[in-house]
């Protein structure tokens, strides 16, 4: 059979309370512009808020002003989306938890994943954001996502546990020398 060939995230949509929680926590918090917003073109009682996330990416928002907010934090249940990973710069990382805490938004601290940073928090639905940052940048012509599958490979050769910094660094000189051939070896 023939693949589907998705070509990516085009966007992601959540059923959000009232309209200011959203806009106060998707651009008012992470900065995401609120880029439009029309009614639910399934439902017409909903609001619908676009937002920019990044890299030409949405996340969208179902409104409706009689949702109101809970204090029961969403739970992990079979088939429940886990979390949401915002990619962020590292200076930016490194002021998260201080920007957080201004607010009075409990969040987990830095935690070292290895080849990437990341803080997780609560949205005022009880949905788990993360903001990460990656540890390194590949090289020209790569993409993280090239060089987290070749230092998977070199961890599993290696039988490690986790990818860690000499997995990605011989990863990276490895996807450098495959895309700059020498003309003779030294």
């Given amino acids: 059979m023939r693949k589907i060939q998705a070509q990516g995230i085009h966007h992601i ?9 959203s806009i106060d926590f998707w651009e008012g918090l992470l900065g995401f512009s609120l880029i439009f917003d029309q009614p639910n073109l399934d439902d017409h009682r909903q609001g619908h808020l676009y937002f920019a996330a ?25 088939g429940a989306v886990h979390h949401l990973a915002f990619s962020v710069s590292r200076s930016v990382l490194t002021q998260v ?51 987290l599958a070749q230092a998977h490979s070199l961890r599993v050769q290696r039988e490690d546990l986790a990818i860690a910094d000499c997995h990605i660094a011989d990863a990276i000189e490895i996807l450098t020398q495959q895309r700059q051939p020498r003309m003779i070896d030294v």
Avoid: W
């Fill in 97 to 147: 938890c201080e920007r957080l805490d201004e607010r009075h938004i409990k969040h987990t601290g830095l935690k070292d994943r290895g080849f990437m940073n990341s803080i997780y928090f609560h949205d005022p639905l009880g949905l788990r954001i993360e903001l990460a940052c990656y540890r390194f940048e590949p090289p020209e012509g790569a993409t993280h996502a090239d060089v």
């Fill in 13 to 21: 949509t959540l059923t959000g309370a009232d309209r200011q929680t």
């Fill in 54 to 78: 990044g890299n030409g990416q949405t996340i969208t928002v179902f409104t409706d002003e009689n949702r109101k907010l809970t204090p029961e934090r969403l739970k992990d249940q079979v």
